[in-house]
C-alpha cells in the first residue's frame, strides 16, 4: 500500500519526522517496506495484513499514526449544494442477488465538464503511481485511495433507461471492460447491469460502454459494498484484477459505503461543476450493530506480563475509534468501530493495546504466567504412531489436500462417490478433494525417484474427504505408509502399531481387490472384525501409472479407528511360564482360495491354544499338484497358561486345523 506523506499531513499532524513515523507504525504492526521520494513528495511504501483492509486509504493509515502519536485525526465531512430534482426521479437501483451485494448507492450528478485534473490531484495520484485519465475518474481513483472505499463512475446517458440492476451474470454473457479487453462471464459472478446487458464486473472493473469520456455530462456515481467472496473468485477466474477487487475482497467499512459517496460528489461539484441531484437513491441489507466487547483491564498484565495504566487502554482503544460504553477500575467495555472487522474478541482488545502502547516496552524477561496444557487423547495416540513410524525408518511427508482428477481417481478404497470438487484450483489443475492419502505419497516417492531418493521411505497423517448426499463430507483422519519393505514389511509396522495401541486386538486381513495393488499380495485389515484399512504391493499397473521404478508397497488405515479403546497408559502382563510349541503345515488348495479365508479357518480351529499364525509363503507347481492349484506355507505357534503342552494334544490341534480346513476349502496336507 503507498501512501503519500503531503496527503497524510491533512488529515494529521504529528511531532515527528517521516523516519520516526514509520518506524512507529513498523512496531505497531503495518511494516515499512521503503521511501521513495516522488518530486516534493513522499511515496511510503506500506505492508497491510490482510486482516487489516481499514489501512488500505490515507484516512486509515492517518487514524494510525493520530492513536500512536496521541494526535487529533482530520477527516473531512463532506457536504455539498443539492438541487431540487430527486436522484430518485432521475435512476432505479435494484438488487437481485443480496448475497453477492450487500448494499448500493447511487448518486446523480447533471452538467458536469470533463477535462484534465488540476495539478494538485494529478500529483497525488501521480506519487501513488496512478496515472491521471480525467477529472471525473481521477477523483474516483482520489477518493478511493483516501477512505478505502471503491467508487465508480458511469455515463448515466449511456445506460439503458437509466436503470442500476446488480444481478448474477448469466451463463455466456460477455463485456467489454475498461481495459478494453472482453471477458465471458457465468452464473457464479455478480454484475452490474442495465436494463439489457452489464455495465461492469461488480467490485472488479467497470465496462468500456458506460465509461466516462469528454462528451459526458451526466453521472451516475456508484458507491456499494461487495461480498468478498464474490470478487475474490470473479477476480481470480476473469484474471482480471485492480485496486478495487484488492479492497472488497478484503471486506470494505459498510458505514464508509455513504461517506465516500457524498465525498466524491463533494469533489466533483468542485473540479468538474454540475448539478447533485437531492438524496440518494440506496438499496440493500440493513448495517448491523457492533456487539460489545468487554476488556478485562487485569489481562493485559496477565498476558503482556507487564502493567499498563488505569486510563491508558481506553484512550487507546477510543483513538482507533471504538466506542466506549463503559469504564471502570477493573473493566472497559467498547464498541468496535464499523471498519474494524476482526475486532471481535477479548484478546483483540489486548493486541490493540500491546500494539499501541509499544510492543518494545515489553522487557524480553518478563514473568508471564503459564500453566500446563492437557493433551488430548488423539494428540497421544499420534505420538506413538509417530513413534512407531520413525523408528522403523519412515519420514513424515506433507502434502496438498488438493489433487489432480488423475490421482484422485487412481485409489479410492473408503468410497466410490464422485469426489468434492474446489472453486478454485489450488495448483494449475488440481482442484479435487482427494478421497485417499495413498495417491499423494506416491507421487511424492515418483518425484524422489527421480531426484535419486528411490530409499525414501514416507508416511502422512492428514484427513480425507469422502462425500455424503446432501450433507457436509465426513473427514476421517488417515494414515498413509509408502515404502520398499514389500508387503511383509509394511504388515509388520501396522502390526507393530497395533501392538503398540491395541495390545491383544486380533487383526484379520481379508479379501480386497484393485488394479493399483498386486492382487495376490493386497489385502483388506480387520481389527477386533471392523475395517481398519488396506494394505498391498504395487502392481505393474499401478507402477507405470505412478511412473516408479522401483517397486513398492503401501498402506492406508483408518486413526479414529485405530485409537478407539487405545492403551495409552504401559501395561504389564506376566508372560507364560510354559514354553511354546510350533508345527509347519503344507496345504494344497485351489488357486481360488485366499489366505485371508484359510486364515480366518485356521483361527477358529486351532481355539484358544493358538498364540500366533505366521504366513510363509505360497508356491505353485502344476507338474506335482496339478494345474489350478497352490501351495500356502504357515505356521502354528501353541501356548498355555496353565501347564505345558503334550505331543499329543499339540497333534490334536494339528488335526483339527487340517480337517477344517480340509472341509472349509478343500484341502490337502502335503506330508
Given at each position: 500500500?503507498?501512501?503519500?506523506w503531503n496527503?497524510?499531513?491533512?488529515y494529521v499532524s504529528p511531532d515527528?519526522?517521516?523516519d520516526e513515523v514509520?518506524?512507529?507504525?513498523?512496531f505497531s504492526?503495518?511494516n515499512?517496506?521503503?521511501?521513495e521520494?516522488v518530486g516534493s513528495?513522499l511515496?511510503?511504501?506500506?505492508?497491510?495484513?490482510s486482516?487489516?483492509p481499514d489501512c488500505l486509504?490515507h484516512?486509515?493509515?492517518?487514524?494510525e499514526?493520530?492513536?500512536?502519536f496521541g494526535v487529533p485525526?482530520?477527516?473531512?465531512?463532506?457536504a455539498?449544494?443539492?438541487a431540487?430534482t430527486?436522484a430518485?426521479?432521475?435512476?432505479?437501483?435494484?438488487?437481485e442477488?443480496d448475497d453477492?451485494?450487500r448494499?448500493y448507492t447511487?448518486?446523480?450528478?447533471?452538467g458536469?465538464k470533463v477535462?484534465?485534473?488540476p495539478r494538485w490531484l494529478?500529483?497525488r495520484?501521480q506519487?501513488?503511481g496512478?496515472?491521471?485519465?480525467n477529472?471525473?475518474?481521477?477523483i474516483t481513483?482520489?477518493?478511493l485511495m483516501?477512505?478505502?472505499?471503491?467508487l465508480?463512475?458511469?455515463?448515466?446517458a449511456?445506460?439503458?433507461?437509466?436503470?442500476?440492476?446488480?444481478r448474477?451474470?448469466?451463463?455466456?454473457?460477455?463485456i467489454e471492460?475498461?481495459?478494453?479487453?472482453t471477458?465471458?462471464?457465468?452464473?457464479?459472478?455478480?454484475v452490474?447491469?442495465?436494463?439489457?446487458?452489464?455495465?461492469a464486473?461488480a467490485g472488479v472493473?467497470?465496462g468500456a460502454?458506460t465509461?466516462?469520456?469528454?462528451?459526458t455530462?451526466?453521472l451516475?456515481?456508484?458507491?456499494?459494498?461487495?461480498a468478498p467472496?464474490?470478487?475474490?473468485?470473479?477476480?481470480r477466474k476473469?484474471?482480471?484484477h485492480s485496486?478495487?477487487?484488492?479492497?472488497?475482497e478484503r471486506g470494505v467499512?459498510?458505514?464508509?459505503?455513504?461517506w465516500?459517496?457524498?465525498?466524491?460528489?463533494?469533489?466533483?461539484?468542485?473540479i468538474?461543476?454540475?448539478e447533485?441531484a437531492?438524496?440518494?437513491?440506496?438499496?440493500g441489507?440493513p448495517?448491523?450493530p457492533r456487539?460489545t466487547?468487554?476488556?478485562?483491564l487485569a489481562?493485559?498484565?496477565?498476558i503482556l506480563?507487564?502493567e499498563?495504566?488505569?486510563?491508558?487502554?481506553?484512550?487507546?482503544?477510543?483513538?482507533?475509534g471504538c466506542?466506549?460504553?463503559?469504564s471502570d477500575?477493573?473493566t472497559?467495555e467498547?464498541?468496535p468501530?464499523s471498519?474494524?472487522?476482526d475486532?471481535?474478541?477479548?484478546?483483540?482488545l489486548i493486541e490493540?493495546?500491546a500494539?499501541?502502547?509499544g510492543?518494545?516496552?515489553?522487557p524480553?524477561?518478563?514473568?508471564?504466567p503459564?500453566?500446563h496444557?492437557h493433551r488430548?487423547?488423539?494428540?497421544r495416540?499420534?505420538?506413538?504412531v509417530r513413534?512407531?513410524l520413525?523408528?522403523?525408518g519412515y519420514?513424515e511427508?506433507m502434502t496438498?489436500?488438493?489433487?489432480?482428477?488423475?490421482?484422485s481417481e487412481?485409489?479410492?478404497?473408503?468410497?466410490d462417490?464422485?469426489p468434492?470438487?474446489t472453486?478454485t484450483?489450488?495448483?494449475?489443475g488440481?482442484d479435487?478433494?482427494?478421497?485417499s492419502?495413498?495417491?499423494?505419497l506416491?507421487?511424492a516417492?515418483?518425484?524422489n525417484e527421480?531426484?535419486?531418493g528411490?530409499d525414501?521411505?514416507q508416511?502422512?497423517?492428514?484427513?480425507v474427504?469422502?462425500p455424503?448426499p446432501k450433507?457436509?463430507p465426513?473427514?476421517p483422519?488417515?494414515?498413509?505408509?509408502?515404502?520398499s519393505?514389500g508387503f511383509?514389511?509394511v504388515?509388520g509396522v501396522?502390526e507393530q502399531?497395533?501392538n503398540?495401541?491395541?495390545?491383544?486386538?486380533?487383526?484379520?486381513v481379508?479379501?480386497a481387490?484393485?488394479?493399483?495393488?498386486d492382487?495376490?499380495?493386497s489385502?483388506?485389515?480387520r481389527?477386533n472384525g471392523?475395517?481398519?484399512?488396506?494394505l498391498?504391493?504395487m502392481s505393474?499397473?499401478g507402477?507405470?501409472?505412478?511412473g516408479?521404478r522401483?517397486?513398492a508397497?503401501v498402506?492406508e488405515i483408518?486413526i479414529d479407528?485405530?485409537a478407539?479403546?487405545?492403551?495409552?497408559?504401559a501395561?504389564?502382563?506376566r508372560?507364560?511360564?510354559?514354553?511354546?510349541?510350533e508345527?509347519?503345515?503344507?496345504?494344497?488348495?485351489?488357486?481360488s482360495v485366499?489366505?485371508?479365508?484359510?486364515?480366518?479357518?485356521v483361527?477358529e480351529?486351532?481355539?484358544g491354544?493358538?498364540?500366533s499364525?505366521?504366513?510363509?509363503?505360497t508356491?505353485?507347481?502344476p507338474?506335482?499338484?496339478g494345474p489350478?492349484k497352490?501351495r500356502?506355507?504357515?505356521?502354528?505357534?501353541?501356548?498355555?497358561?496353565?501347564r505345558?503342552?503334550?505331543?499329543?494334544?499339540?497333534?490334536a490341534v494339528?488335526?483339527?486345523?487340517?480337517?477344517?480346513c480340509?472341509?472349509a476349502h478343500?484341502a490337502?496336507?502335503?506330508g
Amino acid at each position: 500500500m503507498l501512501v503519500s506523506w503531503n496527503w497524510l499531513k491533512e488529515y494529521v499532524s504529528p511531532d515527528a519526522t517521516p523516519d520516526e513515523v514509520v518506524r512507529r507504525l513498523t512496531f505497531s504492526g503495518l511494516n515499512h517496506e521503503s521511501t521513495e521520494a516522488v518530486g516534493s513528495d513522499l511515496a511510503i511504501d506500506l505492508e497491510v495484513t490482510s486482516n487489516r483492509p481499514d489501512c488500505l486509504g490515507h484516512v486509515g493509515v492517518a487514524r494510525e499514526i493520530a492513536a500512536l502519536f496521541g494526535v487529533p485525526l482530520k477527516r473531512p465531512d463532506p457536504a455539498a449544494p443539492e438541487a431540487s430534482t430527486s436522484a430518485a426521479k432521475l435512476t432505479k437501483v435494484a438488487i437481485e442477488c443480496d448475497d453477492l451485494c450487500r448494499r448500493y448507492t447511487a448518486r446523480v450528478i447533471r452538467g458536469v465538464k470533463v477535462g484534465p485534473s488540476p495539478r494538485w490531484l494529478a500529483e497525488r495520484l501521480q506519487t501513488l503511481g496512478i496515472a491521471a485519465i480525467n477529472n471525473i475518474v481521477d477523483i474516483t481513483n482520489y477518493v478511493l485511495m483516501e477512505s478505502g472505499q471503491p467508487l465508480h463512475a458511469f455515463d448515466l446517458a449511456k445506460l439503458a433507461e437509466q436503470r442500476i440492476v446488480v444481478r448474477r451474470a448469466r451463463s455466456g454473457e460477455t463485456i467489454e471492460a475498461i481495459d478494453h479487453n472482453t471477458y465471458t462471464l457465468d452464473e457464479s459472478m455478480c454484475v452490474v447491469a442495465d436494463a439489457r446487458s452489464p455495465v461492469a464486473v461488480a467490485g472488479v472493473m467497470g465496462g468500456a460502454s458506460t465509461e466516462i469520456g469528454p462528451r459526458t455530462t451526466e453521472l451516475l456515481i456508484e458507491s456499494a459494498e461487495f461480498a468478498p467472496v464474490s470478487v475474490r473468485g470473479t477476480a481470480r477466474k476473469l484474471s482480471l484484477h485492480s485496486d478495487s477487487s484488492y479492497r472488497f475482497e478484503r471486506g470494505v467499512d459498510p458505514e464508509g459505503v455513504e461517506w465516500a459517496s457524498r465525498r466524491c460528489c463533494q469533489l466533483i461539484l468542485e473540479i468538474a461543476g454540475g448539478e447533485l441531484a437531492s438524496g440518494a437513491v440506496t438499496v440493500g441489507r440493513p448495517i448491523e450493530p457492533r456487539a460489545t466487547i468487554v476488556l478485562r483491564l487485569a489481562q493485559l498484565a496477565r498476558i503482556l506480563g507487564i502493567e499498563v495504566e488505569p486510563g491508558e487502554a481506553p484512550r487507546l482503544l477510543e483513538a482507533l475509534g471504538c466506542r466506549v460504553v463503559r469504564s471502570d477500575a477493573a473493566t472497559v467495555e467498547i464498541v468496535p468501530p464499523s471498519w474494524r472487522r476482526d475486532l471481535t474478541r477479548e484478546i483483540d482488545l489486548i493486541e490493540e493495546v500491546a500494539r499501541l502502547h509499544g510492543y518494545d516496552k515489553i522487557p524480553e524477561d518478563v514473568a508471564v504466567p503459564m500453566t500446563h496444557s492437557h493433551r488430548g487423547e488423539l494428540d497421544r495416540v499420534l505420538e506413538k504412531v509417530r513413534g512407531v513410524l520413525t523408528a522403523a525408518g519412515y519420514d513424515e511427508a506433507m502434502t496438498a489436500s488438493v489433487v489432480g482428477p488423475q490421482l484422485s481417481e487412481a485409489l479410492s478404497p473408503w468410497t466410490d462417490a464422485a469426489p468434492l470438487h474446489t472453486s478454485t484450483p489450488l495448483l494449475r489443475g488440481d482442484d479435487v478433494l482427494r478421497r485417499s492419502l495413498i495417491p499423494s505419497l506416491l507421487e511424492a516417492r515418483r518425484i524422489n525417484e527421480s531426484l535419486a531418493g528411490a530409499d525414501v521411505e514416507q508416511f502422512e497423517i492428514a484427513r480425507v474427504y469422502l462425500p455424503r448426499p446432501k450433507q457436509l463430507p465426513d473427514e476421517p483422519l488417515m494414515l498413509a505408509i509408502a515404502g520398499s519393505g514389500g508387503f511383509f514389511g509394511v504388515k509388520g509396522v501396522v502390526e507393530q502399531l497395533v501392538n503398540v495401541l491395541r495390545p491383544g486386538a486380533n487383526l484379520e486381513v481379508a479379501e480386497a481387490s484393485t488394479k493399483l495393488l498386486d492382487e495376490d499380495k493386497s489385502c483388506a485389515l480387520r481389527l477386533n472384525g471392523r475395517l481398519l484399512g488396506y494394505l498391498g504391493e504395487m502392481s505393474d499397473e499401478g507402477l507405470s501409472q505412478f511412473g516408479l521404478r522401483q517397486p513398492a508397497a503401501v498402506a492406508e488405515i483408518s486413526i479414529d479407528e485405530l485409537a478407539q479403546g487405545a492403551r495409552l497408559v504401559a501395561t504389564y502382563e506376566r508372560p507364560s511360564d510354559y514354553p511354546s510349541v510350533e508345527r509347519d503345515l503344507n496345504l494344497v488348495v485351489d488357486e481360488s482360495v485366499r489366505w485371508a479365508a484359510l486364515s480366518a479357518t485356521v483361527r477358529e480351529a486351532a481355539g484358544g491354544l493358538l498364540e500366533s499364525l505366521t504366513y510363509r509363503e505360497t508356491y505353485r507347481d502344476p507338474q506335482t499338484d496339478g494345474p489350478g492349484k497352490k501351495r500356502l506355507f504357515f505356521s502354528l505357534r501353541l501356548r498355555s497358561r496353565e501347564r505345558t503342552l503334550i505331543g499329543q494334544e499339540v497333534d490334536a490341534v494339528r488335526g483339527h486345523v487340517v480337517a477344517a480346513c480340509a472341509e472349509a476349502h478343500g484341502a490337502r496336507l502335503l506330508g
